[in-house]
T-cell receptor, first 116, second 115 residues
Framework: GDSVTQTEGPVTVSESESLIINCTYSATSIAYPNLFWYVRYPGEGLQLLLKVITAGQKGSSRGFEATYNKETTSFHLQKASVQESDSAVYYCALGDRSTNTGKLTFGDGTVLTVKP | DPKIIQKPKYLVAVTGSEKILICEQYLGHNAMYWYRQSAKKPLEFMFSYSYQKLMDNQTASSRFQPQSSKKNHLDLQITALKPDDSATYFC??????????????FGKGTRLTVV
């Protein structure tokens, strides 16, 4: 089946340090994967951080970026300089462009704590 | 203002009982979904509804029954509750289109504990 594997947390970094959260996927039943990063801030619901639907392209939002690499089946999330407000749980997710439904396959989530 | 309202936020139920989780969305979307996140497990897709019709069901147990009384409502009825049903249940919605990808929006979840 389809699956997503991401960096096992918790991850703790200091403010202004760089960050990478790894995400790899297996899309055995999906011909045209869409890739997403969702984030859940404390006390909030899950919200979309960025998405990429075409292999080789990069998505970016709020200083975060991720490149859809079809060869390595990866979609790592990076930020050059994190802030304390980035503390949250980050989820990598896989969708199906051919059906365009809201059915997403999620990774386990990575808890990020940014120390001041 | 929250655009997807889930009620209640927390719920404690006795084994064998029945509960209904409420979800309303005010985004004007035509598709709604339920996801579940159990302890130590990723978010799992359960159901999708579009125009109040079931589109996809990934839940093996018939104890879980979505109910859609209005286009912007998708409640989840769970019968004969078991401790293993303890999880946070997330409602979500999107504007389903065949020609483009649209964002899936999530509610804040209902945390269900079965004792």
């Amino acid at each position: 089946g389809d699956s997503v594997t991401q960096t096992e947390g918790p991850v703790t970094v200091s403010e202004s340090e760089s960050l990478i959260i790894n995400c790899t996927y297996s899309a055995t039943s999906i011909a045209y994967p869409n890739l997403f990063w969702y984030v859940r801030y404390p006390g909030e619901g899950l919200q979309l951080l960025l998405k990429v639907i075409t292999a080789g392209q990069k998505g970016s939002s709020r200083g975060f970026e991720a490149t859809y690499n079809k060869e390595t089946t990866s979609f790592h999330l990076q930020k050059a300089s994190v802030q304390e407000s980035d503390s949250a749980v980050y989820y990598c997710a896989l969708g199906d462009r051919s059906t365009n439904t809201g059915k997403l396959t999620f990774g386990d989530g990575t808890v990020l704590t940014v120390k001041p | 203002d929250p655009k997807i309202i889930q009620k209640p936020k927390y719920l404690v139920a006795v084994t064998g009982s029945e509960k209904i989780l409420i979800c309303e969305q005010y985004l004007g979307h035509n598709a709604m979904y339920w996801y579940r996140q159990s302890a130590k497990k990723p978010l799992e897709f359960m159901f999708s509804y579009s125009y109040q019709k079931l589109m996809d069901n990934q839940t093996a147990s018939s104890r879980f029954q979505p109910q859609s009384s209005k286009k912007n409502h998708l409640d989840l009825q769970i019968t004969a509750l078991k401790p293993d049903d303890s999880a946070t249940y997330f409602c979500a919605s999107s504007q389903f289109r065949t020609d483009a990808n649209t964002e899936v929006f999530f509610g804040k979840g209902t945390r269900l504990t079965v004792v």
